[in-house]
């Protein structure tokens, strides 16, 4: 009888899904330790992010709001049919090729921290997601393992009814180092501060660098190429305001921040907004007499490769987000923040909604991540 050598069977289960894998881990100690060692993690990582399974690890997080308050008693539907949900959160699979959403898993959160009011989704990456509750409170979170950590309060601690002032955040991955990252900056009129949070040494630390120019019309920051990034508009010179767009980033890695260049185009008129699509940094302009402009900067921090990937003209749609293309080329969209759909760039219309609120007041949020095995207890 022919047996498996132990280099094929690890090829064998770095192709397997993270669900799969977690039921294996009980097959035997050899298989238990192989899982969960943190080598393998990070091989079955680059596995799920290469360009052959980018779409097939894709997981969809949808998180329903009313007003600024996150909520947990109400269900989005699908295809007309209620979807349960969990203290204000579900995960779902991306296949919006085929106009289907599968439920990954009804309970996706096993702690009550994520029921409070006041909690958002700061970003997404390799599997982690970062959620803030309130301004002080950050937590982290493998939906795929259920591994979920409370961080440590900042250094400089906000209290709402007296803090008047900014707040920017986001979270990454700063390969360097091997590190994830949570970065809060907090200003006001006279005081500026950024703090970044460090996984491996679950401490924060308080950098001494304040943000460069303006004011951000967004305050969460995108994750593209190990920097974070804000869009601003609104650029003070003396008591006057230059109107031009900019774009602000922080680097990870160097821990300052930077200016990345937009296009002449996206420099004049309303701010952009700024997502990620096909990993790279992309800006959604809006304007009442032109419509939807999405554009996507297809050579990181290279002015000219900005390009314009669709034009809508204006319509009765006020609000579209792009977040991610489609298995067939297309551009998944979020409309007016209550309903998601495909944008079919060979017709040059919107189609397919599938998951819509269920009432007037309610709205969603969306981010992507992809199923991994990454341990937050590796890195404390």
Known sequence: MAYLTQEIIEEILLRLPVKSLIRFKSVCKQWFS????????????????????????????????????????????????????????????YEFNTSTYTMVSHNVVADSHFRLFGRKVVGSCNGLICVVHGFNTFYLWNPSTREEKTLPDPIVVHLGRVFHGHLLQGFGYDSSTDDYKVIRCSYGPSKHTTEVFYLKTNSWRNIHQEFPIGYPSQSLGVFVNTALH????????????????????????EEKYMEVPLSDELRTGSCPTLGVLGGDL?????????????????????????????????????????????????IAVLLNTKELAIYNSRRGAVENVNLVVPKSNYWYRVDLYEETLISLNNYS
């Open 282 to 330: 992309s800006s959604i302009k809006r304007d009442s007499d032109d419509g939807h402009q999405v554009w996507r900067m297809k050579e990181y921090g290279i002015k000219d490769s900005w390009t314009k990937l669709i034009k809508i003209p204006p319509s009765r749609i006020p609000s579209l987000f792009p977040f991610e293309y489609t298995k067939d080329g297309d």
């Open 34 to 93: 192989l899982i969960t060692d943190p080598k393998f993690a990070k091989l079955h990582l680059n596995q799920a992010i290469n360009k052959e399974n980018y779409f097939n690890n894709k997981k969809l997080l949808v998180s329903i709001y009313r007003g600024n308050r996150a909520v947990d008693a109400v269900s989005p539907s699908v295809h007309g049919q209620v979807v349960s949900y969990y203290n204000g959160m579900v995960c779902m699979d």
């Open 230 to 253: 804000w869009d601003v508009d609104k650029i003070y010179d003396g008591d006057r305001v230059n109107p031009t767009n900019r774009v602000v980033s922080f680097d990870l890695t």
